[in-house]
């Protein structure tokens, strides 16, 4: 790893500021992606805004309106909230599945949602149930919020401060995970929302994405059959050594039949 | 602990120490003064080095000296060899182009080595190698195995030509064709073995030490085999005398073969150590394990055999090209050909055998053993085929094999390759795995996956291993470099407990139990009375090491000739002590008795008049310390049938292991669950292989695409089973414990039975000719969609 300056500000608006004046500044969450890069000598950050310090982005509030969740909330804590489990279940269970136990110990929702990770599972939940991403200057919907690969909305020293979700009729998420890394392959969220069904898509492509055919077929009727025979292009999406664009394209309808079968 | 006896579970003393993280490894070593090395390598998979200029990096903080392969040629460093020479079928020897331990002229494949950076921390020296400018001219590269001989492919090496390293045959040709003539049935095949990384968990390591005052250096260096070592380092590569260089293995990771070998680092480090006069350490990262220590596998094979109307195998015959990627390792050339060739016949009566082997250079890693080197191979060449044969000929492929096997009175048995098995029962062997498996309601379950929309199949795989790896005569015969003898010490202190050196080397093995189990048993010795050591070409008389399955049935014969040596000695000193006569001394339990009598000496009594010989035989020696080296009569043979059941989800191309039995004959068994982990962690490796695991390069940069853990699937406990284990016993006739080595088999068989299970699985559909290792999702998904 490269020298760095480390900073562990007490309130977001010192963490805003740290990150602002720094020349190459890096916020950390959980560091479960920013660490490894550093080791590796992948990235050269000159400061490291450590946001493990401030009280006020962690813990989880239920109530009738849905789940609100502070950025620096591990993926143990979501996977282990009965509050969360009992709003909404698959959320808990998401979050259960993410990396492995030294990851959700350690790896925020906040951090995972502001990295974008193509394979991550929380953008097909935030997208899923059509989520809103706080941040320490406005509100974004998360269908405005990811943007390309390992991009957002999110501007400079601009930090998420929570997530909250709304409460679904029902909702499901199956991942197919990369049989080396175990990240999301192809993960798809399906949730019947106030808003209509939403269909969010994982791993399969540079970013998380919808599939409006899906949303309009489980529209007219929720079930598994609705979805069978919908294919997402395979044009666009991921191709490596695991998975051709023309697997990942079949498995999204896979994933997504049995999302919506779980969802019940 | 007290005394325990050949058989019994005696859990693993070295496991304390192990799961409590108080082991001592290459790198846990601390040194006096000590620096740390980088090493610059090639990004290039084939590249002509114009210039290296190294004046930035030299003047970056903490750096001692860089030294680049130039240097290297200069200071007439000879290169690393290849200790094993093959003939080719002209009976030329193989081509051994040249292995320096940096590249001066031209890289040869990602990772390739070209400078050497020593500072005073290992991140100053990374800093400093980032500063070295290399001018590459780049090359075309030959990346993949199949085109590598065509002669339009770019050349790995000048004096290669065609980048064969040579073109090899066994068997009898004509008499082979002469029986596929008259054969009732001919099964072909076309089989790739896909390239493996050997992934031990602790990467490679070594640290050199130079002493100006005598002259001597130390190497600990994470080996397998620290004696050859010391003498290939020695002999070929530096020209330090065997006397001055004094090599020690202390605790290490994990081999599986792939630290048998010597490699440019722990060279680059002694040398250097000498030149610069101060302690250097370098320990891999994971990329670079990944990239640099010698892979295993990568062949390209057709396959024909030759059967009778009732299955009976008349001949087999098989062309393989095999890689040995861009030099040669250190014993990379035997691996396709001697421990390959030479298994083909399987556990079967198959009369006549003809195989072709082109080994070929790529620009990519060397390629050398790998836990079972050669015979999984083998063996997955011979079980494939035999279960396509019987899925051709409509004969269930356990009775197919049931109706070829050697029967259990033909031993010793003369194949048709070259080898001759030693023992064997083969057919209980199935009997007990069929039963295990439940193979006889096997239709009721493939019907009961069928209705849930899966494909259920089986797949059987009967095995035979050629281990314990000597004798010396025939390996010499053969081509090999090396004596395959081991050695053995066994060091009574005055007090009575005792130390055995051997020349083995365990790196997860289990040696400091089993080792101690069988003189626990044989002397009568409490185990926690007895230190094994090993590791250290100070400490150990010279040994050979630890590699295909040969620590027990060498290294412990070894043991158990310096025990009788210890016995014979003890008798005479009891007979003195006694005042009775040699002849009438019988040894039981740990102690001298007067046949017909109640006199009695225990052994440690012995031991200690042998020490302080104040009344003790005038012509006896002092002392209880006898040395052995033992060199059997033959290879051992173990043997075994492995059955797989796996479904496979056809949505997604899954292929879930449902069921997986093992039944091995091992011979005789010392400790039942040391075995049963060489057992486990062989057959996960082999799981790996025809499921998961996969090296795989980018076929025109040459770069490994799976160089992490990101994108290499190493198998996790989620992916296989709980094992269902059985043993038959036939023990082995020539060595003195009767035992066979149980360290490669579950590697060996587990690939062809796990992928005859899923062609079994595919053939419902069709596609079982359309699927090659590893079988992932992906590949299964796209094999049943292919039409």
């Known amino acids: 790893m490269y020298d760095f300056a480390y900073h562990k500000p007490k309130s977001v608006a010192d963490a805003s500021a740290a990150v602002k004046k720094a020349s190459e500044g890096k916020l950390m969450a959980g560091g479960m992606t920013l660490i490894p890069t550093i080791k590796q000598r992948l990235a050269r950050p000159s400061d490291v805004v450590d946001l493990g310090g401030i009280g006020d982005l962690k813990g989880i509030k239920v109530d009738a309106s849905g789940v609100t969740i502070g950025a620096m909330t591990k993926h143990a804590e979501v996977a282990a909230s009965a509050d969360v489990a009992k709003a909404i279940p698959a959320l808990a269970k998401l979050a259960a599945n993410i990396g492995d136990a030294q990851v959700r110990n350690r790896g925020t929702i906040g951090g995972s949602v502001a990295n974008n990770d193509p394979a991550a599972d929380y953008p097909a939940a935030l997208v899923g149930l059509g989520a809103t991403v706080h941040t320490n200057e406005r509100k974004i919907a998360a269908d405005d919020f990811f943007k390309g690969m390992f991009e957002t909305a999110l501007k400079d020293g601009e930090i998420i401060t929570a997530v909250s979700f709304p409460v679904a009729k029902k909702a499901a998420y ?25 269909v969010a898509v994982t791993g399969a492509g540079p970013g998380v994405f919808r599939v409006k055919d899906m949303e309009a077929a489980l529209g007219k009727g929720w079930s598994a059959d609705a979805v069978a025979g919908i294919k997402v292009p395979a044009g666009g999406l991921n191709n490596d050594i695991h998975a051709s664009r023309e697997y990942r394209a079949h498995l999204v309808t896979v994933m997504a039949k049995r999302a919506v079968a779980a969802a019940g | 602990m007290g005394n325990v006896k050949i058989g019994e579970r005696v859990q693993r003393k070295e496991d304390r120490r192990f799961l ?138 000048a004096d290669a030509p065609g980048n064969l390293c040579y073109d090899w045959e066994l068997g009898d040709k004509a008499a082979v064709d002469a029986a596929f003539a008259k054969a009732a049935h001919v099964t072909k095949l076309d089989l790739v073995n896909n390239r493996l990384v050997p992934n031990a968990m602790e990467p490679r390591a070594a640290a050199a030490e130079y002493d100006r005052g005598t002259g001597n250096y130390t190497l600990y260096t994470t080996s397998q085999n620290p004696h050859v070592a010391r003498l290939v380092l020695s002999a070929f590569v530096l020209g330090i005398p065997e006397h001055k260089l004094r090599v020690i293995a202390p605790d290490v990771g994990g081999g599986f073969g792939s630290k048998i070998f010597i490699y440019p680092e722990e060279t680059m480090l002694t040398w250097a150590a000498g030149k610069i006069g101060r302690s250097i350490k370098w320990t891999a990262e994971r990329s670079e394990s990944f990239m640099t220590d010698a892979h295993g596998r990568d062949h390209v094979t057709h396959a024909e055999l030759a059967l009778d109307a009732k299955g009976k195998i008349l001949a087999f015959k098989v062309d393989t090209i095999a890689n040995l990627g861009a030099y040669l390792s250190t014993f990379a050339t035997a ?89 064997g029962n083969y057919a209980p062997i199935l009997d007990q795995a069929m039963k295990l498996a439940d193979y006889a309601g096997i239709d009721a379950r493939k019907a009961a996956a069928k209705a849930k929309g899966k494909l259920r199949g089986i797949g059987v795989c009967s095995y035979i291993e050629a281990c314990g790896i000597a004798p010396s005569a025939v390996v010499g015969s053969l081509g090999a470099g090396v004596g395959l003898w081991e050695s053995a010490q066994l060091k009574f ?217 990101m994108d290499y699937t190493m198998p996790r406990a989620d992916d296989v089973p709980s094992f269902k284990l059985g043993y038959e016993v036939t023990p082995c006739p020539h060595n003195p414990l009767g035992v066979k080595g149980c360290g490669e088999a579950g590697a060996i068989a587990a690939p062809a039975a796990v992928m005859n299970a899923v062609r079994d699985a595919l053939a419902a559909v069709g596609a079982q000719d359309r699927i090659e290792m590893p079988a992932t999702p992906q590949r299964v998904w796209a094999a049943i969609n292919a039409h």
Request: glycine share 8%; net charge negative; with cysteine.
């Open chain 2, 493 to 709: 202190n005055p007090t009575g407990n005792l130390q055995i050196l051997t020349g083995s080397h365990s790196h997860g093995q289990g040696h400091e139990t089993t080792f101690a189990q069988i003189v626990s048993d044989k002397l009568g010795i409490p185990l926690d009375q007895i230190e094994v050591v090993h590791g250290d070409t100070d400490k150990v008389p010279f040994g050979m090491g630890t590699y295909g399955s040969r620590s027990l049935p060498v290294g412990g014969s070894a043991i158990m000739k310096a025990a009788d040596k210890i016995i014979a000695k003890g008798k005479k000193v009891a007979a003195h002590l006694m005042e009775a006569a040699e002849a009438d001394i019988v040894f039981e339990n740990g102690t001298f008795k007067v046949t017909g009598t109640d006199k009695a000496v225990p052994l440690g009594q012995a031991v200690f008049a042998a020490y302080v010989p104040h009344n003790y035989p005038a012509d006896l020696e002092p002392g209880m310390d006898e040395n052995a080296f033992y060199d059997p009569s033959n290879f051992t043979y173990p043997s075994g049938t492995q059955i797989c059941e796996v479904e496979v989800d056809p949505d997604t191309g899954v292929v879930d292991i449902v069921n997986f039995v093992a039944v091995d004959d091992f011979g005789n068994i010392v400790n039942p669950m040391v075995v049963e982990g060489q057992v486990h962690g062989g057959i996960v490796q082999g799981v790996g292989q025809a499921l998961l695991e996969n090296a795989a390069y980018d076929e025109k940069t040459g770069q490994l695409i799976s160089g992490s853990y």
């Open chain 2, 20 to 157: 409590t993280g108080s082991g001592r490894y290459v790198d846990d070593l601390q040194l006096a003064r000590v620096t740390y090395a980088y090493f610059l390598r090639s990004p290039h998979a084939h590249a002509k080095i114009r210039k290296i200029d190294t004046s930035k990096a030299a003047a970056s903080v903490g750096v001692v000296q860089i030294f680049t392969g130039k240097d290297v040629a200069e200071a007439k460093v000879g290169g690393l060899i290849c200790g094993w020479v093959v003939k080719d079928k002209h009976g030329n020897p193989h081509k051994a182009p040249a292995h320096p331990a940096m590249a001066a002229d031209t890289v040869r494949h990602v990772g390739d080595t070209v400078a050497m950076v020593i500072a005073a921390t290992a991140d100053q020296a990374r800093d400093a190698a980032e500063k070295i400018e290399v001018d590459y001219e780049v090359l075309p590269a030959q990346i993949n195995l199949a085109g590598a001989l065509d002669p339009k492919a770019p050349q790995v090496h």
């Open chain 2, 335 to 423: 691996v396709p050909t001697y421990l390959y060739a030479t298994l083909l016949a399987g556990q079967y009566t198959t009369p006549v055998i003809y195989c072709n082997v082109r080994a070929a250079f790529t620009h990519t890693t060397p390629v050398d053993a790998y836990r079972g080197a050669g015979r999984p191979e083998a063996t997955y060449v011979v079980e494939s085929i035999v279960s396509k044969a019987a899925r051709e000929m409509k004969i269930d492929s356990a009775e197919l094999r049931r109706r070829n096997y050697i029967a259990k009175d033909a031993f010793p048995y003369q194949t048709p390759v070259a080898l001759t098995y030693d023992s």
């Open chain 1, 174 to 198: 199956m991942k197919f995970p990369n049989p080396a890394s175990r990240y999301a392959m192809v993960g798809v969220f399906v949730a019947d929302t106030a808003g209509g069904a939403r």
